[in-house]
């Protein structure tokens, strides 16, 4: 796994181009909605390398390993705690397999929905799930943590220490929230971004924010009080249900494109997309920074 050094170095000239959304992809090639993605994937290993290969393609840099609830307390439902390990170390080498060339993220997400207190015992319940994640994510061979839709500064303090005690390298650390920087928690972004910094957060930012005419003015917003790497990874728009119960994103790629560049205009380093893109939006955005050059 790199260092943080090792990742700044790596990143510091220009922008990169992460991948777009996986689960509403997959979900498009097949997959249940009720399912668990990390097992379902692990059955069905051609979707996720034909998916992550049209990322590639397209020219995504970094890839997000199909890991994003693959903690013993998500995988228990389906009878997959006592394999955390196995099961992340797996995803990981499938994400490599499909792209070869580009840094491979271990994915991490909150844990809202499995703990809605912040007492002692919980954070050291969410440590220890944490810390089993990366020990997978290191035993696959990630090259970094990339910590994303986060809810509560607590989520990203238990990733930190599990890291720590893992002995983890660069972790990334991105949370979803209000256009106005507000997490859905009601605690500042900024405020907590820029403690996550000063703990030796590789980079910092957003994801799973609906794309929109206010998104590059967040990225300023968010630029202007952070020194780190800012990630920016927007949703296609605001989505609406469908008769089916199914998410449905509004925004084209062109349109998602134009937004993306106008956020790396504004500062942002990491970029891609989150629910609803797919490989067409990360090949629009690619086309549109060549145009702008």
């Known amino acids: 796994m790199l260092t943080k050094q090792e990742f700044t170095e790596k990143i510091a000239a220009g922008y990169w181009l ?91 997400t909150t844990m809202a929905g499995v703990t809605e207190s912040w007492d002692t015992a919980n954070f050291d319940f969410m440590v220890e799930n944490y810390r089993r994640q990366i020990r997978g994510l290191l035993d696959g061979g990630a090259d970094f943590l990339f910590a994303e839709t986060l809810v509560y500064p607590q989520e990203a303090e238990a990733i930190f220490t599990a890291a720590c005690l893992e002995e983890a390298g660069a972790a990334v650390f991105s949370f979803t929230m209000q256009p106005d920087g507000t ?65 449905v994103y509004p925004m084209g790629s062109d349109e998602f494109a134009g937004i993306l560049a106008d956020c790396r205009a504004a500062g942002a380093t990491l970029l891609g997309g989150c629910c609803g893109t797919d490989a067409a939006y990360i090949a629009a955005f690619a086309a549109r920074v060549r145009g702008r050059e």
Not at 88 to 101: E, K, T, Y
Not at 195 to 222: H, I, K, P, Q, Y
Request: proline share 5%.
């Open 18 to 108: 992460l991948d777009g959304g996986t689960g509403t992809n997959l979900r498009a090639m097949g997959m249940p909605r009720e399912a668990c993605a990390e097992e379902w994937i692990l059955a069905h290993p051609e979707k996720l390398l034909a998916l992550q290969k049209s990322y590639v393609n397209s020219g995504s840099k970094i890839l997000l390993a199909p890991t994003f609830q693959a903690t013993p307390a998500a995988l228990e439902r389906v009878g997959l705690a006592g394999q955390t390990e196995r099961v992340n170390a797996a995803l990981v080498a499938l994400s490599r397999a499909a792209g070869p060339g580009c840094l491979i993220a271990g994915d991490m």
């Open 183 to 247: 997490l859905f928690s009601g605690a500042d972004a900024r405020e907590v971004l820029r403690e996550l910094e000063r703990m030796g957060a590789a980079a910092v930012g957003f994801n799973c924010v609906a794309a929109g005419a206010d998104t590059a003015a967040l990225v300023s917003r968010l630029r202007r009080q952070l020194r780190a790497p800012l990630v920016c990874k927007p949703n296609a728009g605001m989505p609406t249900i469908d008769a089916a119960g199914n998410a």
